[in-house]
């Protein structure tokens, strides 16, 4: 009783520990916010604009963070496997693609992930581990808390895949009308930065986010077909990199916009009429399992209840 009372302490409050993690929300330092303002100094002082976001302290400045903070970080560190790619930088670059977490630096945009990801494990395993402890003994509880632990995980990596997916839908949807509307603005006599700084001004979307981001790396100092070609290689859906870099193409050579941009128009409408009908013809299919499960086997009775009066002679 002794030792399951020890284990179920340890487990409370690594359950409550998780729990502080998942429901806090994460800290929004200022660095971010401040570093679009302070690019075009960088860049007048000779110096290279940092893309990616300058890490900064991840234990923070009290005393608390600072003695408990390598420990925590040493943990999350070991166990980031369990919760998405060892790489920095492939997690890093899913995270973008996701859209979670878009405040933070990329250093912190991790910490933040594979903390709260095992945050969630954890307070899954307490909580199975606790019911296995209460109704089924130490054992139950052992297999319960990892189970719990091993579902959780599961889930924070199709939670990024999810966001993704989401993600791609919701730019495949924003790309036609956005397109259409750049064209028009080069037709008229507009560049192509003219025609991006248009469409950012009149139009919001996470494709608008993007081209947003675009701008402002063009106005703190880099080439805009250096930005074009850095938004084609992060972003997850293909169909936004072959915008980016018709719109680089364009900008670097001086290429018709108009009509290329109303070309990947044509294609991507095409694409998603195509991807409806698929949806459609699945969804119908899916509509025939109710008809075969249920009204199959009552039609099936109605024609056999007959058949053994007829054999036999007797009721059936």
């Known amino acids: ?156 990596r199709s939670r990024v895949t999810t966001a993704i997916a989401a993600r791609q839908e919701r730019i495949r949807g924003e790309l036609y009308t956005l397109n259409q509307l750049i064209a028009m603005r080069t037709r008229v006599g507009g560049g192509v930065v003219d025609a991006i700084r248009h469409v950012v001004d009149r139009a919001n979307g996470v494709f608008v986010d993007d081209l947003a981001e675009v701008l402002r790396l063009h106005a703190s100092g880099v080439p805009m077909t250096e930005a074009l070609r850095r938004a084609a290689a992060l972003t997850a859906e293909p169909e936004a990199a072959r915008t980016y870099n018709v719109l680089a193409t364009a900008q670097d050579r001086g290429a018709d916009l108009g009509d290329a941009l109303l070309g990947l128009s044509v294609d991507l409408r095409t694409q998603r009429r195509d991807d409806l009908q698929r949806r459609a013809a699945s969804r119908r299919l899916w509509l025939v399992v109710p008809i075969v499960l249920i009204l199959a086997p009552v039609l099936l009775l109605f024609i056999g209840a007959p058949v053994p009066t007829l054999i036999f002679g007797t009721g059936g």
């Open 1 to 156: 009783m002794d030792q399951l009372a020890l284990v179920g302490a340890v487990t409370a409050g690594l359950s409550v520990t998780a729990t502080s993690w998942v429901m806090l929300k994460p800290y929004r330092r200022l660095g971010p916010r401040l570093r679009p303002y302070a690019a075009v100094a960088r860049t007048r002082l000779a110096r290279s604009y940092d893309v990616r976001g300058q890490a900064g302290s991840v234990s923070g400045g009290t005393t608390l963070a600072s003695l408990f903070g390598p420990i925590l970080e040493s943990m999350v560190a070991w166990l980031s496997a369990l919760v998405g790619a060892t790489d920095d930088q492939r997690q890093a670059l899913r995270l973008r693609q996701a859209g979670l977490y878009s405040g933070l630096d990329q250093r912190d945009r991790i910490r933040e992930f594979r903390v709260r990801s095992l945050g969630r494990a954890a307070l899954l395993g307490g909580a199975l581990g606790a019911l296995g402890a209460v109704f089924g003994g130490t054992r139950a509880m052992v297999l319960l808390g990892l189970s719990g632990f091993v579902l959780g995980v599961a889930q924070a």
